[in-house]
């Protein structure tokens, strides 16, 4: 963003040189099959709406007050389901907000952070908004994250996992093996995608003190138009997290928000049904996909990321788009022949393989 010169004396100078993160599109239309910001195909159980319904129709009496600060209903079924305490854990607007909340709490004003080269693209956007200086990490010729490139000079570090983009998951031994050889580093764990995985490193919070881990209601429990997020660390931690979000926005979970996200913790078999079902989709298209010449790369979470020698990415997304179908397709140099699918319904994933052999045939 350029700014004039009487505009840019009243900003903040970070400003100046911000690139605000670019979120997939959110089209209002329901003409396409939408699958470029990998949310949920079955949405929330029908456990969930009917708890929202029953809120809508009591009187309005129970909008006119603030929801509970610290979303302390919330956190205790939190706990409940995973077996932590009350105090482990914060939530948040989603965990974008969870995120940001993180990087003024525990990286600003810390020396070096450092994330991988490849990954969610938000983390630069809030580093360079705090003035957070940064180095990223190269990934190996497979894509895969390499915990020992992580510069030495960094103080805090995070990466999804599995990897935003990639889809790629690093086995929890690596991590530990991480955490415990630089116990000196702050590492959040951004586990947005890890229900989709057969791993979580949730239990290690209480073990090691330089451990956060962050996770969301929008992917696997299918509530991202109701902005839920959590994190995890010790007491501590969540703590200070606290204190930097009562000097920000009191009350940053609203009362729907935090009931639906309750009753859906109560729902586990419903979610996992889904989650069963979009990896057998998953496996199904990136089967397929195979067959027909593309390189798939290892997904643990509800997306692909997929090339084909013959076509350029953003060639392959726009005869999707022709189709009305939306998939990602991001400049970044080294994927920048390479789209990313979010996985949806069994037909959904038909359309899209229908589309590409349409193109290759
Ligand atoms: C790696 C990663 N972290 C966090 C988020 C944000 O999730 P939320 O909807 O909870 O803000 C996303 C969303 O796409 C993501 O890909």
Redesign the pocket.
Known sequence: MTYNSTTKKFLNPNLTTLQPYVPGEQTQENIFIKLN??ENPFGPSPNVLKTIKEFLNLSGQSLRLYPEPESDSLRNALAKRYSCKKENIFVGN????V?SLCFLAFFANRGLLSFPKLT?S?YPSIANLFNIPYERFPLNENFELDLNKIPSEANSVIF?NPN?LTGIILKRKTIEETLQKNYQKLFII?E??ADFSDQSCVGLVNKYDNLLI?Q????SRGL?GL???FSFGNEKLIEALTSVKNSFNSYPVDKIASIAATSALENDEWYKDKIKQIKTNKNFLSGELQNLGFRVLPSSANFILITHNDYSGLELKNTLMRDKILVRHFEHQDISNWIRVTIGTLDECTSVLDCLKKKIA
């Open positions: 910001t990998n989603g965990s974008d907000e995120l969610y938000f999804p935003a951004d947005a995608y962050t969301t209601f929008s992917k991202a902005r839920i997020g």
